[in-house]
Nanobody
């Protein structure tokens, strides 16, 4: 079955960096576009970034463009999200998701606070 396990979240000061990782299994990872979403308390889940199966196309939400970088390693079945210049508004639970499949992981909490 599809499994998505996010890691790398934590507490960081404004302006700091974190790198999130997602380990995927149970499907042909290299064939699928992967995405990162986030959900802050009281808000809807929103798309942060996506990366095509061969990493040739990446897309970012305007609110992270220039600060976050999505990447993947098809040999390791992992997708990552490098987050730089973090702001308090970036605090949320971050999830990875296969664009074409309905499954969600448990998410990883990111807290941005001084």
């Amino acid at each position: 079955q599809v499994q998505l396990v996010e890691s790398g979240g934590g507490l960081v000061q404004p302006g700091g960096s974190l790198r999130l990782s997602c380990a995927a299994s149970g499907f042909a990872f290299s064939h699928y576009t992967m995405t990162w979403y986030r959900q802050a308390p009281g808000k809807e889940r929103e798309l942060v970034a996506s990366i095509s199966s061969l990493s040739d196309i990446t897309n970012y939400a305007d609110f992270v463009k220039g600060r976050f970088t999505i990447s993947r390693d098809n040999a390791k079945n992992t997708v990552s999200l490098q987050m730089d210049s973090l702001k308090p508004d970036d605090a949320a639970v971050y999830y990875c998701k296969v664009r074409a499949l309905p499954n969600w992981g448990q998410g990883t909490q990111v807290t941005v606070s001084s």
